[in-house]
Nanobody
Framework: VQLQASGGGLVQAGGSLRLSCAAS????????MGWYRQAPGKQRELVAT???????NYADPVKGRFTISRDNAKNTVYLQMNSLKFDDTAVYYC???????????????WGQGTLVTVSS
């Protein structure tokens, strides 16, 4: 199973970006998908998650500014980021909890990370 993230870049404070992450490979089902971020010198932290059935969870710093969504048919998760702040600068990683085909066991997978830089 591979996760391919895209959409990062440089944006001014107050601007918007949309991240995408597509999962591919031996997938029977994806139970949940999410975004995490890691700023320089800090630990990786949760940004937002979404279940297969559309239930969402957001970290407090991004509530009201970020929106997570997914397209189950495409095994893709999105993160719409609005009103970006300097503190949102980080490498953003997508995550998926996958039920693998053939074995039907679950496993967590991570994308390669995409850099979001917000200039003040």
């Amino acid at each position: 199973v591979q996760l391919q993230a895209s959409g990062g870049g440089l944006v001014q404070a107050g601007g918007s970006l949309r991240l995408s992450c597509a999962a591919s490979g031996s997938i029977f089902s994806i139970m949940s998908m999410g975004w995490y971020r890691q700023a320089p010198g800090k630990q990786r932290e949760l940004v937002a998650t979404i279940t297969k059935f559309g239930s969402t969870n957001y970290a407090d710093p991004v509530k009201g500014r970020f929106t997570i969504s997914r397209d189950n048919a495409k095994n893709t998760v999105y993160l719409q980021m609005n009103s970006l702040k300097f503190d949102d600068t980080a490498v953003y990683y997508c995550n998926a909890r996958v039920i693998r085909s053939v074995t039907y066991d679950s496993a967590d997978y991570w994308g390669q990370g995409t850099l979001v830089t917000v200039s003040s």
